[in-house]
């Protein structure tokens, strides 16, 4: 892994290549890599997510990994103060996990927004098209994760 130093030198498309390739390494276990804390690299973790999908072969899963991942790197890059984001894909058997991990101990909830508001929604979308989504309180943060189930082909 680069050092934070190096890796917030980083464009956001260099980040991107660094990224896959650590993801897409380990095809059954859990791989994290870290992103620096910055708006502009919630679309690089959004791509990254939909190619490791792809290389899985977990088309059915793409828009919807795109779409939670996305709002999680959002929320963490939003409301904390951490300098790095972490994100870990994990595939088993009929599930992928999604999680973001970042510096703040402070739980996600969910919240009712105000109508024509453009933000808050974020949690409700990952409640409603996720099948199960959590936070874990870790010794220095918090992850917060979705899991999508990953409906197998059974042979012809």
């Not at 390494?25 to 994290?32: P, S």
């Amino acid at each position: 892994m680069l050092a934070l130093e190096t890796l917030e030198r980083l464009s956001p498309q260099e980040v991107e290549r660094e990224c896959f390739g650590r993801l897409c390494e380990q095809v059954a276990a859990e791989q994290e890599v870290f992103l620096p804390s910055r708006p502009e690299l919630v679309g690089v973790a959004r791509r990254v997510v939909l190619s490791v999908l792809q290389g899985w072969r977990m088309h059915q899963l793409l828009e919807a990994g795109e779409l939670l991942t996305g709002e999680l790197m959002a929320n963490a890059v939003r409301h904390t103060g951490g300098r790095t984001v972490g994100l870990r894909l994990t595939r088993r058997p009929g599930w992928l996990r999604v999680e973001v991990r970042d510096s703040s101990r402070a739980l996600p909830c969910l919240i009712v927004a105000e109508p024509g508001n453009e933000t808050g929604y974020g949690m409700l979308l990952i409640s409603t098209i996720s099948e199960r989504w959590g936070a874990d309180l870790l010794p220095r943060g918090k992850g917060v994760w979705f899991e999508l189930k990953v409906r197998e082909r059974v042979p012809a």
